[in-house]
Every structure is written in structure tokens, then in C-alpha cells.
């Protein structure tokens, strides 16, 4: 980002107050500037846009989504909070992986023009680099309801409204909205803005799963709500990336690098098959991977060698032109540079102002949209490419080659709509790790006029794999989903082949035949049927649980945890078709943060991998999905043991006359007797009768608990040795086996899908009984003890949502604990001065009626200083009186 970046932010932040009392298309509106102070317009406001912001914060790629056509944090600061308003997570601009420090993305948008009747006309969500945004969603208030929707497979209702992912948002926008207030001028020509008519309904997808958390999916529906036809219609995705540590100085933007990969070996496929992935995505990152920090040495500093991306995967058209340009926008003319070709006589060049590069206005966008240019990598930028029709470089090319203030645009067309036609664009946002490998790697190797040897130690492996997998999401290779027949594209990778001679013989002559036959060989589906899915292989459903402290005196300090395993055993796998689960996990965590949860005990059934030798390949392979231990005695005996068969002591079948080894699926801890592990609730009960609820209470209530849960599927384990004053985060989850032959790894149910928290001791009755003196702690606090969990601590910031980020001056906490449900605290200075006072006040009983805590905040709103402090506590129970320090 650059000083003309800055100053075009905050003209547009200038230009919004204009709102006030202005027409917007919609009606008559009223802004108010709330608690964040100009960066907040409050949306549910009479007949004004309904904006807001989302946070994709499930998967490794933190992404901000809005309702305005554009994603990430750039082009939404001074629209709306940048905070998700419904979780309270903060906004991410490509932060990856996330939760982290580092950010890849400034912002994106979505672009669109076209021919009507004898106008061009181009709508953008934001183009990047004027204060231009014309895509705005309707009023909040009924009938209008623009907000932000919010599905998720994780919700049995959801689903039946659509749900495709753990993480679906859905936002309706318009570029119909001409209000000056709300939608500039166009900077060429200076008209006001010239809608298109259409409705863009987008929805956008993440997912948590190892395979599938490295990208965000986009899926466009666009209506023209026009009376005319659109002619030569384009769309593009404009990307602006500013790779750096989050919230770091503008000048982290001045070294990026982009650029295009038309192509990967397929991951899935062998090296020596020889298959490849047309991956077509636009791609940008830093030129080192290193901070832009001269005084930082290697290793020191590199922290930013990841890259992000933009993969098409679907368009209106399989026909359709890809055009992919990057540009370097300047306040400085001869600096603000980007690709281009010499003119023709049959297309001259156009200039777009005294500069090569930013496409001002909606002639040059629609320009550079249609002429079909692929631009070169920047890196190439110091090469003379004149020989392929481009300009010559430039005296500052080397400048621009190493790395500078880039973004790119990733377009596509022609393509007419006509009136109440519906369009569908899917893309996806895509992120990979180690793309640089190396700290020195630019110093020791990049030189401006021979770039290919820095550039071919880039590593596009983990990249490329999360670009073929959001493809495959998107479509499902190989998979029927409209049951005509269609299963897409594949190819056959032959590991060992013979010639097949057909002679037929035809006087007066012999005919040969000679074909290359197959004998052994693997076949890749490489695409599906053409009908989106946004679907791929799930965990199994997270069991129902609940968490019960215990209240006997002896037994202090423990919690009971059953869970019922219903839906984790006997749904299918909507991806693959089979029964895959596999096992429990049982995890405690002090704070809500995803890194913070600590397996207790595990259960997995005791099944095996089988591996047989493949001469052809001259290696062991794996070719089914596990067997469990009942299956294989079924097959060579009651005895047999798969334990005993590893690869240095093969198995023989003499039956199939076949060599196998075995391996265990997972730990095999498939004991449900020990009481000190996870066990069963009712050991002697069969499976159910029948596996509907339902049918069950009607015939069967035998086979149920008393809350109408089948008792078969009952499972408990007991945490013990827990403090009684601390706040714990107990969470089960349920996985399956994966798929061990396509090397799918074991999928697991978020720790947080069913997450309780609860304390050890939660009842005020002992307290209240048994007259327990209060707790508190910690004492001393001290400010640099590290109690934040943010750092690993657990006393502060553990109810902050896994991904926001904490000001240390607000969660500051002393807690009191053992408290009555209902007293009065005081804190005093030691010389008697009231400090702070809080009233406790809960139901009797409360799970949360025993805690309470003080923010370190002094009636005054001031922060408390170092000192030593008196604390009273008052209740009809009783008093206390104790001292508390403070080392700031």
C-alpha cells in the first residue's frame, strides 16, 4: 500500500458522511456513528444498506467476507466494523494460517461489465484504487432483510435449508444503487455511476477438515433485473494483496510478488504417471518470504512464506477467453505500471492516461477485461519479452521485477444475459505453505535479467494440492450427482503393459494389430460431472454429551462426562458411502482457543490395515479400507492374530496365495470395561431393535434412557484431580479411519462443535452448608506473569473466541471463587478508600454463582495501580475479609 492507496481511503471515508440526509436508492437515510467511532455506520437504519461483515474463522485461512462485493478488510474499513458482528471475531484479511500474525490479502473484489445497447458499462465492489464501490445490499428491515445469512452442516436444520459446509455465508447485493453519497463518480469521465441492473446472491464456504482448510469457496449467482440484454458480458476477480504482518506499516506492501501456474503434477497420482492438474491460478506472496525489515537477519524475520491465490472453478461457459493482468497502481505516472502488448493496426493501443497500468474508469476496465492478455510473471518484468509482442521494459523494471505494490485481476467472457437470466461464477480463495523454503534464497540467487533460477526454487506443492482439492470439493471427481450417467474425466496410469498382436489374415494379405495392453494400472478421476457439489468427505457427526460435577465430598474435583454415540456410529459418510467411524476423543482446555484443548483418554475399534505386494510396482500397497479384528478371524481362523504380521514377518494366504503385513488403523484402545477409561454406561445392552427414535419409544422404550436416548450407544469417563475454582472447556469428539488407500487422513469433529464449559464444584449449596472460605486468585498479580491465554495462560482471556484478538488492558482479571450465590464484594486501598465495588448476584445453585471477578478497573474507570489491597466479602452467610497485591 502506497500514499495514494492511503489518501483514496480517506476521501472515500470523507465522502460517506455526505450520507446523511441522502437519497440512496432505497429511501431516505440517516447514519450514526457508534462506539468504534467513524470505522462503525450502524446498518439497521431505515431504508439504508444493510452492511456487514463476516469471518470465515473455522479453517487455517482467516477470511473476511462482506455483503458489499468485496472480501477481506481493505475496501470494508470505514463501511462497517471490522469485527464480525454476530461471533464478536475480529476481521481477517487472508490471515494464514489462522488464528496468526500474518496477512496476505488487503482486499478482493468482484468486477463485471458489459455492452448496453450502445454503452459500456462496468460495476465493481470496489475498484481498488479510486473510492469507487457500487455493489450495496438492500435495507435490513423487512421486507428487505440484507444482512448476512449463516448455514451450517453442523445444524440438522440448516441442512435442510441448504447447508453445504461447516461455514456457509450467503449475502444479497445490487449495483443499482446510484446515490452520489454512496457511489462516486466515474473517474474518467466523470458521470455518475451507470448501473447494469443485476442481483448478485453470493455464497461463500469453509471448511475445518485437514483437506479442505486451506481455501475459502465463492459461488455467484448473477440475475440481470435489466430490461435489456447484456451484451459481451466479463467478469473478473480483483485482488489486492499487501503481504505482512497484520496491522504492520504500508511499506510491508512495496515487495510483493504475482503471477500465473497453469499447471500442476496431479498430488494424487505418482511423479512417474506423468498426470497434470490444470490448476489456472493467479497467485501473489512476498518476494522472500522475509519481513520488510533491513535490520533483520536470517533466519530472523521470515514469517510470510505462505501464498494465496484465486482458482476459477466454474464459469457460465466451458468456451469462455481467461485474461490475467497485474498492475502496479502509483500516484507517481511513471511508476504506476503493469503489462502491456504494442498496439496493432487491427487493435490499437490504449492509453490509459499517461500511465500503464491501473484501468481507470468503465472503458478501461472493460478494456483490459476483454483483450485477452496473459501477462507474464512479475518476476520476468526486467526481461526484455518484446520478441512476444509486449512494450519493452522500462529503466525501472528491475524495480518492478523484485517486488512492489501489486494486485492483479483474474477475468473471463464473452457472454450475453438477458433479462431474469441467472449466471453462475464459483471461484476459489486458496492459500499454501512453504512457498519459499529458503531465508536467503533471494539474496543468493535472484537476479532481475535471469529470474528462472529464483523462480523455479519456488515451491508450488502445497499450493497446487489446495487448488486441485477446492476443485474437487466444488465438483466431486468422479461422482454422478444427477444420475445421467456422467462421472467426468479421468486418466489411466499403466505401471506394467504388453503388446497384443491381432492377426487377421485377408487374401492376399496379413493384417497385424498390435495394441499396448494395461496389466496393472490405477485411474485418477481428475474431474466430476459438471454439477457442483461444494461437498467432500465429513467426520462423523459429533455425539451428543453432557458434562455433570460432581457433589459428593469425596469425589471433589471430578467430572462426570457421558456423551451418546448414536449419530457418530450409524450415519454413512455422504461422500464416500460407507460407515467409517472409528473412535472418541475426550479433551480439556482453560481457555475456548483451538490450541488450548489437551487430550484426556481416547477410544478407537480395534481394526487393522492389510497390505499386499504389487509386482508391478514393485512395492507394498493398500487397496481397502480396514478390516476389523472380527472380520480377519472370520477369514483365517479364531486365532489369528494381525499383530504378530508386520513387514519383516509376512503373512501368508495360502488361499488367495497371497503375502499381506498388517498395520493398526489408529491406537486400537478398544477396551470399554476399564472404568477408568471410556466405558460403557450399559455393558450387557444389545444393539437396538430398531434405528429410529421414534419407532423406538413407541415399541421399544427398554432400549432407551429416561431422556429418550438409546442406551446401547451410552458411553461416560470420569476427569478427576480438576481445581473446583477453575473454569474448564470439556469437548468430545468423534472420527473416522479416512481413507487410508487415497491417503485422506482421519477426519475429526471440531472440539468446539459441542463444547461445555463447567466448573468442578458449581453448586453455591456447599459453599453455603459448609461455610468454605473465598478464593482468590491469582494473588499476587503480577502484569508480567503471563496469564493471558493468548500466551498459554488460563486466567485471563479465556472466554475471548478462538481468533480474536485481546486487549491486554481489558482483560485483566482477579477472581473470586467459593462465593455465596448472592453477596457483596468491596476492594479498598490499604488505606480504606473504596476502590470497587461489585454486586454478586445469581440464582441459588447457578452453575456460574460460585465465580466472580474484578477487571482491575476502579469505580472511576481507572486502571489500578501496584499496591496492596483489602477485599471484603458480605453475605448472609457470613463475612470475609482478606488482602490481595497488585504488582503492575
Given at each position: 500500500?502506497?500514499?495514494r492507496?492511503l489518501?483514496?481511503?480517506i476521501?472515500?471515508?470523507?465522502?460517506?458522511?455526505l450520507?446523511?440526509?441522502l437519497?440512496?436508492?432505497?429511501?431516505r437515510?440517516r447514519?450514526?456513528?457508534?462506539e468504534?467511532?467513524?470505522s462503525?455506520?450502524?446498518?439497521?437504519?431505515?431504508?439504508?444498506?444493510?452492511?456487514?461483515?463476516?469471518?470465515?474463522?473455522?479453517?487455517?485461512?482467516?477470511?473476511?467476507?462482506?455483503?458489499?462485493?468485496?472480501?477481506g478488510?481493505?475496501?470494508a474499513?470505514?463501511q462497517?466494523?471490522?469485527?464480525d458482528?454476530v461471533?464478536?471475531?475480529p476481521g481477517?484479511?487472508?490471515?494464514?494460517?489462522?488464528?496468526?500474525?500474518?496477512?496476505?490479502?488487503?482486499?478482493g473484489?468482484?468486477?463485471?461489465?458489459?455492452?448496453?445497447?450502445?454503452?459500456?458499462?462496468v460495476s465493481?465492489?470496489?475498484?481498488?484504487?479510486?473510492a469507487?464501490?457500487?455493489?450495496w445490499p438492500p435495507?435490513?428491515?423487512?421486507?428487505?432483510?440484507?444482512?448476512i445469512?449463516?448455514?451450517?452442516?453442523?445444524?440438522e436444520?440448516?441442512?435442510l435449508?441448504?447447508?453445504?459446509?461447516?461455514?456457509?455465508?450467503?449475502?444479497?447485493?445490487?449495483?443499482?444503487v446510484?446515490?452520489?453519497?454512496?457511489?462516486?463518480?466515474?473517474?474518467?469521465?466523470?458521470?455518475?455511476?451507470?448501473?447494469?441492473?443485476?442481483?448478485?446472491t453470493?455464497?461463500s464456504?469453509?471448511?475445518?477438515y485437514?483437506?479442505?482448510?486451506?481455501?475459502?469457496?465463492?459461488d455467484?449467482?448473477?440475475?440481470s433485473i435489466?430490461?435489456?440484454?447484456?451484451?459481451?458480458?466479463?467478469?473478473?476477480?480483483?485482488?489486492?494483496?499487501?503481504?505482512?504482518?497484520?496491522?504492520a506499516?504500508i511499506t510491508e506492501?512495496t515487495?510483493?510478488?504475482?503471477?500465473?501456474k497453469d499447471?500442476?503434477?496431479?498430488?494424487?497420482?505418482?511423479e512417474?504417471?506423468?498426470?497434470?492438474?490444470?490448476i489456472?491460478?493467479?497467485?501473489?506472496?512476498?518476494?522472500?518470504?522475509?519481513k520488510?525489515d533491513?535490520?533483520?537477519?536470517?533466519p530472523s524475520?521470515?514469517d510470510l512464506?505462505?501464498?494465496?491465490?484465486?482458482r476459477?472453478?466454474?464459469?457460465?461457459?466451458d468456451?469462455?477467453k481467461?485474461?490475467?493482468?497485474?498492475?502496479?497502481?502509483?500516484?507517481?505516472?511513471s511508476k504506476?505500471?503493469?503489462?502491456?502488448?504494442?498496439?496493432?493496426p487491427?487493435?490499437?493501443?490504449?492509453?490509459?492516461g499517461?500511465?500503464l497500468?491501473?484501468p481507470?474508469g468503465?472503458?478501461?476496465?472493460?478494456?483490459?477485461?476483454r483483450h485477452?492478455?496473459f501477462?507474464?510473471?512479475?518476476l520476468?518484468t526486467?526481461?526484455?519479452?518484446s520478441?512476444d509482442?509486449?512494450?519493452?521494459?522500462l529503466?525501472?523494471?528491475?524495480?518492478?521485477a523484485?517486488?512492489?505494490?501489486?494486485?492483479?485481476?483474474?477475468?473471463?467472457?464473452?457472454f450475453?444475459i438477458?433479462p431474469?437470466?441467472?449466471?453462475?461464477v464459483?471461484?476459489?480463495?486458496v492459500?499454501g505453505?512453504?512457498f519459499?523454503r529458503?531465508?536467503?534464497?533471494?539474496?543468493?540467487?535472484w537476479n532481475?535479467?535471469f529470474?528462472e533460477e529464483?523462480?523455479?526454487?519456488?515451491?508450488?506443492?502445497?499450493?497446487?494440492?489446495?487448488?486441485?482439492?477446492a476443485?474437487q470439493?466444488y465438483d466431486?471427481?468422479?461422482?454422478?450427482s444427477?444420475?445421467?450417467s456422467?462421472?467426468?474425466?479421468?486418466?489411466?496410469?499403466?505401471?506394467d503393459?504388453a503388446?497384443?498382436?491381432?492377426t487377421t489374415?485377408?487374401?492376399?494379405?496379413?493384417?497385424?494389430?498390435?495394441?499396448l495392453?494395461?496389466?496393472d494400472?490405477?485411474?485418477?478421476?481428475?474431474?466430476g460431472?459438471?454439477?457442483?457439489d461444494?461437498e467432500?468427505?465429513r467426520?462423523?457427526?459429533?455425539?451428543k454429551?453432557?458434562?455433570y460435577?460432581?457433589?459428593?465430598?469425596?469425589?471433589r474435583?471430578?467430572m462426570?462426562?457421558?456423551?451418546n454415540?448414536f449419530?457418530?456410529?450409524?450415519?454413512?459418510?455422504?461422500?464416500s458411502?460407507?460407515?467409517d467411524f472409528?473412535g472418541?476423543?475426550?479433551?480439556q482446555a482453560?481457555?475456548t482457543?483451538?490450541?488450548?484443548?489437551?487430550?484426556?483418554?481416547?477410544?478407537?475399534?480395534?481394526?487393522?490395515?492389510?497390505?499386499?505386494?504389487?509386482?508391478?510396482?514393485?512395492?507394498?500397497?493398500?487397496?481397502?479400507t480396514?478390516?476389523?479384528?472380527?472380520e480377519?478371524?472370520?477369514?483365517?481362523?479364531?486365532?489369528?492374530?494381525?499383530?504378530l504380521?508386520?513387514?519383516?514377518?509376512l503373512f501368508?494366504d495360502?488361499d488367495?496365495d497371497?503375502?499381506y503385513?498388517f498395520?493398526q488403523?489408529?491406537?486400537n484402545?478398544?477396551?470399554?470395561?476399564?472404568?477408568n477409561?471410556?466405558?460403557?454406561?450399559?455393558?450387557?445392552e444389545?444393539p437396538?431393535t430398531?434405528?429410529?427414535l421414534?419407532?423406538?419409544?413407541?415399541?421399544y422404550?427398554?432400549?432407551?434412557?429416561?431422556?429418550?436416548?438409546?442406551?446401547?450407544?451410552?458411553?461416560?469417563?470420569?476427569?478427576?484431580?480438576?481445581l473446583p475454582?477453575?473454569?474448564y472447556?470439556?469437548?468430545?469428539?468423534?472420527?473416522?479411519y479416512?481413507?487410508?488407500?487415497?491417503?485422506?487422513p482421519?477426519?475429526?469433529?471440531?472440539?468446539?462443535q459441542?463444547m461445555?464449559?463447567?466448573y468442578a464444584?458449581?453448586?453455591n449449596?456447599i459453599?453455603?452448608?459448609?461455610?468454605?472460605n473465598?478464593?482468590?486468585?491469582?494473588?499476587?498479580?503480577r502484569?508480567?506473569?503471563?496469564?493471558?491465554?493468548?500466551?498459554g495462560?488460563?486466567?485471563?482471556?479465556?472466554?475471548?473466541?478462538?481468533?480474536?484478538?485481546?486487549n491486554?488492558?481489558?482483560?485483566?482479571?482477579?477472581?473470586?471463587?467459593?462465593?455465596p450465590?448472592?453477596?457483596?464484594?468491596r476492594?479498598?486501598?490499604?488505606?480504606?478508600d473504596?476502590?470497587?465495588e461489585?454486586?454478586h448476584?445469581?440464582?441459588k445453585?447457578d452453575?456460574?454463582g460460585m465465580?466472580?471477578?474484578?477487571?482491575?478497573?476502579?469505580?472511576?474507570?481507572?486502571a489500578?495501580?501496584?499496591?496492596?489491597?483489602?477485599?471484603s466479602?458480605?453475605s448472609?452467610?457470613?463475612?470475609q475479609?482478606?488482602?490481595?497485591?497488585?504488582i503492575m
Amino acid at each position: 500500500m502506497n500514499s495514494r492507496k492511503l489518501g483514496a481511503i480517506i476521501v472515500y471515508s470523507s465522502l460517506i458522511l455526505l450520507i446523511i440526509g441522502l437519497n440512496t436508492g432505497y429511501g431516505r437515510a440517516r447514519v450514526d456513528i457508534g462506539e468504534y467511532g467513524s470505522s462503525l455506520y450502524k446498518p439497521a437504519v431505515l431504508n439504508y444498506p444493510c452492511k456487514e461483515l463476516a469471518v470465515h474463522s473455522i479453517n487455517r485461512l482467516g477470511l473476511s467476507i462482506t455483503n458489499m462485493g468485496h472480501f477481506g478488510n481493505g475496501f470494508a474499513d470505514g463501511q462497517v466494523a471490522l469485527v464480525d458482528q454476530v461471533t464478536g471475531v475480529p476481521g481477517v484479511s487472508a490471515v494464514y494460517p489462522y488464528p496468526g500474525a500474518n496477512e496476505y490479502l488487503f482486499a478482493g473484489s468482484f468486477w463485471i461489465g458489459a455492452v448496453v445497447g450502445r454503452d459500456t458499462l462496468v460495476s465493481v465492489g470496489a475498484d481498488g484504487w479510486q473510492a469507487t464501490r457500487e455493489m450495496w445490499p438492500p435495507p435490513c428491515e423487512s421486507p428487505y432483510n440484507g444482512g448476512i445469512e449463516r448455514l451450517s452442516i453442523s445444524n440438522e436444520e440448516d441442512i435442510l435449508l441448504g447447508a453445504k459446509s461447516e461455514q456457509d455465508f450467503i449475502a444479497v447485493y445490487t449495483d443499482t444503487v446510484t446515490d452520489p453519497g454512496l457511489v462516486a463518480n466515474d473517474p474518467r469521465d466523470g458521470r455518475p455511476h451507470q448501473p447494469l441492473q443485476i442481483e448478485i446472491t453470493q455464497r461463500s464456504f469453509a471448511w475445518s477438515y485437514d483437506y479442505a482448510a486451506d481455501f475459502v469457496l465463492f459461488d455467484y449467482e448473477i440475475k440481470s433485473i435489466n430490461r435489456r440484454d447484456l451484451e459481451g458480458v466479463y467478469m473478473g476477480i480483483y485482488v489486492d494483496g499487501d503481504v505482512g504482518p497484520t496491522g504492520a506499516d504500508i511499506t510491508e506492501a512495496t515487495d510483493d510478488i504475482c503471477g500465473f501456474k497453469d499447471s500442476v503434477l496431479y498430488p494424487f497420482a505418482k511423479e512417474e504417471c506423468n498426470i497434470w492438474d490444470p490448476i489456472r491460478i493467479a497467485w501473489i506472496a512476498d518476494n522472500d518470504g522475509r519481513k520488510n525489515d533491513a535490520s533483520l537477519q536470517c533466519p530472523s524475520g521470515f514469517d510470510l512464506p505462505s501464498v494465496t491465490g484465486v482458482r476459477v472453478v466454474r464459469t457460465p461457459s466451458d468456451s469462455l477467453k481467461y485474461s490475467f493482468n497485474w498492475w502496479i497502481s502509483n500516484g507517481d505516472a511513471s511508476k504506476d505500471f503493469g503489462p502491456r502488448k504494442a498496439g496493432t493496426p487491427e487493435d490499437p493501443f490504449r492509453d490509459f492516461g499517461g500511465f500503464l497500468g491501473t484501468p481507470e474508469g468503465d472503458r478501461n476496465k472493460y478494456y483490459i477485461m476483454r483483450h485477452e492478455e496473459f501477462d507474464y510473471d512479475q518476476l520476468f518484468t526486467a526481461r526484455d519479452n518484446s520478441a512476444d509482442g509486449w512494450l519493452a521494459p522500462l529503466a525501472s523494471a528491475s524495480d518492478f521485477a523484485d517486488g512492489y505494490d501489486t494486485r492483479y485481476l483474474l477475468s473471463f467472457g464473452p457472454f450475453n444475459i438477458a433479462p431474469g437470466e441467472v449466471l453462475r461464477v464459483s471461484f476459489a480463495y486458496v492459500a499454501g505453505e512453504d512457498f519459499h523454503r529458503e531465508c536467503e534464497a533471494f539474496d543468493e540467487l535472484w537476479n532481475p535479467s535471469f529470474p528462472e533460477e529464483y523462480y523455479n526454487q519456488l515451491n508450488f506443492d502445497k499450493f497446487g494440492t489446495n487448488a486441485v482439492w477446492a476443485a474437487q470439493i466444488y465438483d466431486n471427481p468422479g461422482r454422478d450427482s444427477n444420475g445421467d450417467s456422467t462421472f467426468g474425466t479421468f486418466q489411466i496410469c499403466c505401471y506394467d503393459s504388453a503388446y497384443v498382436y491381432d492377426t487377421t489374415q485377408t487374401e492376399p494379405e496379413i493384417i497385424i494389430d498390435t495394441q499396448l495392453l494395461c496389466l496393472d494400472a490405477d485411474t485418477f478421476w481428475l474431474t466430476g460431472d459438471g454439477v457442483p457439489d461444494f461437498e467432500g468427505a465429513r467426520p462423523p457427526y459429533p455425539p451428543k454429551m453432557w458434562v455433570y460435577p460432581s457433589i459428593d465430598e469425596f469425589d471433589r474435583g471430578q467430572m462426570r462426562v457421558r456423551f451418546n454415540g448414536f449419530e457418530s456410529e450409524t450415519r454413512r459418510d455422504d461422500f464416500s458411502g460407507d460407515f467409517d467411524f472409528e473412535g472418541y476423543r475426550i479433551y480439556q482446555a482453560l481457555t475456548t482457543r483451538a490450541g488450548a484443548f489437551v487430550l484426556q483418554t481416547s477410544y478407537d475399534r480395534e481394526d487393522y490395515n492389510r497390505y499386499e505386494y504389487d509386482d508391478s510396482r514393485n512395492e507394498w500397497v493398500l487397496i481397502e479400507t480396514p478390516f476389523t479384528l472380527e472380520e480377519l478371524q472370520t477369514m483365517y481362523g479364531p486365532e489369528f492374530d494381525p499383530n504378530l504380521y508386520s513387514v519383516d514377518n509376512l503373512f501368508y494366504d495360502s488361499d488367495a496365495d497371497e503375502l499381506y503385513y498388517f498395520t493398526q488403523q489408529d491406537w486400537n484402545q478398544s477396551d470399554l470395561t476399564n472404568p477408568n477409561l471410556i466405558h460403557k454406561i450399559y455393558p450387557d445392552e444389545p444393539p437396538p431393535t430398531v434405528l429410529n427414535l421414534d419407532s423406538a419409544k413407541l415399541y421399544y422404550p427398554e432400549e432407551l434412557t429416561d431422556d429418550g436416548y438409546f442406551k446401547y450407544y451410552e458411553y461416560e469417563y470420569t476427569i478427576k484431580n480438576l481445581l473446583p475454582s477453575q473454569l474448564y472447556y470439556i469437548s468430545v469428539t468423534a472420527f473416522d479411519y479416512g481413507s487410508p488407500i487415497s491417503g485422506l487422513p482421519s477426519l475429526e469433529t471440531a472440539r468446539s462443535q459441542n463444547m461445555i464449559a463447567e466448573y468442578a464444584q458449581n453448586t453455591n449449596s456447599i459453599v453455603e452448608e459448609e461455610g468454605l472460605n473465598v478464593i482468590v486468585y491469582p494473588n499476587p498479580y503480577r502484569s508480567d506473569a503471563g496469564y493471558s491465554s493468548e500466551v498459554g495462560g488460563s486466567f485471563e482471556g479465556r472466554d475471548v473466541p478462538s481468533g480474536k484478538a485481546a486487549n491486554p488492558e481489558r482483560i485483566r482479571r482477579i477472581n473470586f471463587t467459593n462465593l455465596p450465590h448472592k453477596c457483596t464484594i468491596r476492594i479498598f486501598t490499604i488505606d480504606g478508600d473504596l476502590v470497587r465495588e461489585i454486586e454478586h448476584d445469581y440464582p441459588k445453585d447457578d452453575p456460574q454463582g460460585m465465580h466472580d471477578s474484578w477487571d482491575l478497573i476502579t469505580r472511576n474507570t481507572q486502571a489500578a495501580v501496584s499496591g496492596i489491597y483489602y477485599y471484603s466479602v458480605e453475605s448472609e452467610y457470613g463475612n470475609q475479609i482478606g488482602k490481595l497485591v497488585i504488582i503492575m
